[in-house]
């Protein structure tokens, strides 16, 4: 037989002594190295387990020890034993009591009488390995969830049959003011200006379909009654034995005013640009016609001058209107942004 050359660090707790030897005999047949501790009660696991200096790779438990015994020696020993395989050996056999023990985290449960050197070797290998693949599992989950709580843009979890909200990020909560255990008693749609639950269904369908969701924003309420402007986004997510989807959903609110503002901006230019080219260009044109007729004709009755200077006043006054609502227009461009912009030239010709 092919021994494996790891040197595994075991603690068995057991009280029955002819049991240890033979779990330390089925060691030997495996292993060219092992490194068996043997403890044959409760109080004596615990003061091993509280070692700092010992680094276990599995725990062998016998579950009727002198001084404790059953399902609360398992949940005594798993918290004890945090992050260790734990192997239950037992003389009994109880189908539910060994599916309960493997509830409450015992890696295997394994009957005494059915127990030899293949079948102890090949428990230790899985139990250990599957622990291995259980923890970089957790830390990935633990990756994902702080990234999903550290993220900027406001997220949560819908449940698709309860069609509730089971967990929410830190940037939502701030977002809308809703401390994480309000929000997880809110009605999704409670949150939409004008809430449509087909319409949101669909949303999620589509994203479920790999379908590019379209470009449309909605209106939110805070807690506190404001408005608010955002895009949402969504893909399918398992959380927590839940199939979901999880909801991104980004505050547009600034930026769609900015843009709103730009566009002000811009028909307002548009309009200074209309009355330098159009309206500014009638007075203007009659009075250049007036003082042309000056210029040339130099025998006009007082009657016809007075006309002539009638003419100049009331285009000169029409003229200063006009550039009044200039700058009336100009002002409210400032207003909008609150920086001075840049003066419109006016351009008779």
């Known amino acids: 037989m092919r021994k494996d050359s790891t040197n595994f660090h075991i603690l068995v707790i057991e009280d029955n002594l002819g049991d240890y030897f033979l779990i330390e005999e089925y060691f030997s047949e495996h292993f060219f190295h092992h490194q068996l501790v043997h403890v044959e009660t409760f109080q004596a696991a615990k003061q091993k387990l509280s070692e700092s200096k010992h680094d276990w790779d599995a725990i062998f438990l016998d579950l009727s020890l002198p001084d404790h015994a059953g399902e609360k020696l398992i949940v005594d020993i798993l918290h004890l034993a945090v992050g260790v395989p734990v192997i239950a050996l037992t003389g009994f056999s109880d189908l539910d009591f060994s ?4 509830s409450l985290g015992i890696s295997d449960y394994l009957l005494k009488d059915e127990l030899n050197s293949p079948i102890l070797y090949k428990t230790l290998i899985y139990a250990i390995e599957r622990k291995k693949i259980v923890s970089r599992l957790q830390q990935s989950e633990k990756k994902y969830s702080d990234l999903f709580q550290v993220s900027p843009i406001a997220m949560w979890v819908f449940d698709r049959q309860s069609k509730k909200i089971v967990d929410v990020n830190h940037a939502a909560v701030n977002q809308y003011g809703y401390s994480k255990e309000e929000f997880l008693e809110l009605e999704p749609l ?6 449509d639950f087909n319409s949101l269904e669909i949303m999620l369908q589509d994203s479920r379909a790999n379908k590019t969701l379209e470009e449309k924003s909605h209106v ?14 969504s893909s399918p997510i ?29 028909k307002t230019f548009h309009e200074i640009a209309w009355i330098q ?3 500014v260009r009638a007075p203007l044109a009659r009075l250049m016609g007036i003082v042309n007729l000056l210029e040339t004709d130099h025998k006009m009755e007082p009657q016809e001058v007075t006309e002539m200077l009638n003419f100049i006043k009331s285009s000169a006054f029409e003229l200063d209107k ?16 609150g920086s001075e912009p840049e003066s419109p030239r006016i351009n008779p010709d």
């Not at 309420?221 to 986004?233: L, R, S, Y």
């Not at 547009?252 to 843009?259: F, G, N, Q, S, V």
Request: proline share 1%.
């Open 99 to 102: 599916i309960k023990s493997l």
């Open 190 to 195: 409670s949150l939409w200006e004008n809430p």
């Open 220 to 233: 939110h309420f805070k807690k506190n009654g404001e408005k608010i402007i955002v895009k949402i986004d």
């Open 238 to 266: 398992f959380f927590n034995d839940i199939q979901g989807d999880l909801i991104l959903v980004d505050d547009i609110t600034e930026k769609t005013r900015y843009i709103e503002t730009i566009e002000n901006q811009n």
């Open 277 to 279: 080219s159009h309206v």
């Open 322 to 337: 006009i550039i009044r609502e200039i700058s009336q227009k100009s002002e409210s461009i400032v207003n909008q942004n």
